[in-house]
Nanobody, 124 residues
Framework: QVRLVESGGGLVQAGGSLRLSCAAS????????MSWFRQAPGKEREFVAG????????FYADSVKGRFTISRDNAKNMVHLQMNSLKAEDTAVYYC?????????????????WGQGTQVTISS
């Protein structure tokens, strides 16, 4: 059974940093793209960042470009999101997702597997 478990969320002040991690189990994902999405209260889920199977290609939403860095460790079946210079508008539940192809889709419907989410709260 496929399972994605996020960790690393929390409460930090604006300007601070957090590192989110997502551990995948149940199968090997080293042939698939992995991404992070987020959903703020009252808003639709939005794409944050994605990474190709090899890690050689990454893509970011404009709102996080230059502040967030996505990486993956295929040996450990994990993906990470380093978030720096956090802003109040980054407050959301963050989800990792895996698509069964090596394409970084920005639409959630393209993803087959989702974690349960981890809360990130930025205080201003």
């Amino acid at each position: 059974q496929v399972r994605l478990v996020e960790s690393g969320g929390g409460l930090v002040q604006a300007g601070g940093s957090l590192r989110l991690s997502c551990a995948a189990s149940g199968r090997t994902f080293d042939r698939f793209a992995m991404s992070w999405f987020r959903q703020a209260p009252g808003k639709e889920r939005e794409f944050v960042a994605g990474i190709s199977s090899s890690g050689g290609t990454t893509f970011y939403a404009d709102s996080v470009k230059g502040r967030f860095t996505i990486s993956r460790d295929n040996a450990k079946n994990m993906v990470h999101l380093q978030m720096n210079s956090l802003k109040a508008e980054d407050t959301a539940v963050y989800y990792c997702a895996v698509a069964e192809w090596d394409v970084i889709w920005t639409v959630g419907s393209a993803y087959n597997y989702w974690g349960q989410g981890t809360q990130v709260t930025i205080s201003s």
